[in-house]
């Protein structure tokens, strides 16, 4: 089997409530924008990924498009090892592309990604539901809404203000009580310092973390913060890659650890994360973009085969207006089933990626 060519588009989907408007502590929107890759190979298989370009303006698909045909035609799309070991793109693109080459590997061997990465351990993948900042009272609303569909987690944006946080964080508590998990994710708003405060004001709602309060590095930081507060920290923007995660392991700077596609280059890397997670015993958190269809599917396989991934998993799915895929995955109570079809389990609509196409990126 070998891969003929290679098409990149750039849609841009409408989002709707409860997501929309989506507002953190950087910027306010209610849309989503993803790269959709298309691996169109011999004998008529077509394999299928996404990779996350939101809030990236200017970006175009065509020079990605033209670098992708270069390098990867004629190539066996079951090398996916030695793609990653030698792809020269950044984890974006690259990412986009190794999604797309498990969906054409599984396709071609009659089995289900998960299959491929070891079978299904979780045949339902739990969902976090996701909510932007809101005031105290709109946030009781929409936990008691999330709810009422099922959902047992809810992870919410931050970092604004400290105090606001401290409002939404107890009007989802009046609200729903201890029925849903909650986790606040600041994006790195904080320094060391607000952050351990705010955690400690923090602790009488026991969330079952707070994400990427602090910036990234240095890792000190992260672990100086553990020591101040029973708040359990996780770490995101953090996670780049399987080294980086030793070293968070290493340093015990984490009791939760969200890798994401598009940051530690697809698939494949995030299985690793997450066999370092499991080694440490550390849960990990499939992280989300805003996702489609075929990165959504992309979470779901590694979280069906995956030990560490045994937390619900971050997804704003449910919020998109339409999908770009011919049958979008189905969420049932907070829930996606992990799809038993070959490859990923979606397939890339054509009409519907027309009608979403963007020449460039134009979020800010």
């Not at 020079?63 to 090892?81: I, N, S, T, Y």
């Not at 015990?252 to 995030?270: M, N, R, V, W, Y």
Request: proline share 7%; glycine share 8%.
């Amino acid at each position: 089997m070998r891969i003929e060519d290679v098409r990149i588009t750039i849609v841009e989907i409408p989002q709707i409530e409860p997501v929309a408007p989506y507002r953190s502590h950087v910027r306010t929107s209610s849309t989503t924008c993803s790269a959709i890759v298309e691996l169109c190979c011999d004998h008529g298989l077509v394999g299928w990924g996404e990779f996350n370009v939101n809030f990236l303006p200017g970006t175009t698909a065509g020079p990605m498009q033209q670098q992708a045909r270069d390098f990867l035609v004629g190539w066996d799309p079951r090398d996916v090892e030695v793609f990653a070991q030698r792809c020269p793109f950044e984890n974006r693109l690259k990412s986009g592309l190794e999604i797309a080459m498990w969906d054409a590997a599984g396709k071609s061997a009659g089995l289900s990604v998960a299959r491929l990465l070891g079978g299904i351990l979780r045949p339902e993948i739990e969902l976090a539901a996701c909510m932007g900042i809101q005031t105290y009272e709109r946030a009781g609303e929409i936990a008691r809404w999330y709810v009422g569909q099922g959902y047992t987690t809810l992870k919410t944006k931050a970092g604004a203000n400290a105090e606001e946080d401290l409002e939404m964080v107890r009007g989802v508590r009046d609200a729903v009580g201890d029925r849903l998990q909650l986790r606040i994710d600041p994006n790195r708003a904080y320094s060391p310092q607000q952050a351990a405060e705010l955690a400690r004001q923090m602790e009488p709602y026991q969330l079952q973390y707070f994400e990427q309060p602090i910036m990234a590095e240095p890792l000190a930081d992260a672990v100086w913060l553990r020591q101040q507060t029973r708040t359990p920290l996780a770490l995101n923007e953090s996670v780049i890659d399987p080294p980086s995660v030793w070293e968070i392991l290493r340093l015990d700077a984490a009791e939760f650890i969200l890798p994401d596609t598009h940051i530690a280059g697809g698939i494949g890397p995030c299985r690793k994360i997450g066999e370092l997670g499991a080694a440490a015993g550390v849960p990990c958190i499939m992280h989300c973009g805003h996702d489609l269809g075929p990165k959504t599917a992309a979470m779901v396989h590694v979280a069906a085969a995956c030990e560490a991934y045994s937390l619900a998993n971050d997804s704003t799915y449910y919020g998109l207006a339409e999908d770009i895929t011919v049958r979008p995955l189905v969420i049932e109570r907070g829930r996606i089933r992990v799809p038993e079809t070959p490859g990923l389990g979606v397939e890339g609509d054509p009409e519907k990626i027309r009608k979403y196409a963007v020449d460039a990126v134009t979020q800010a």
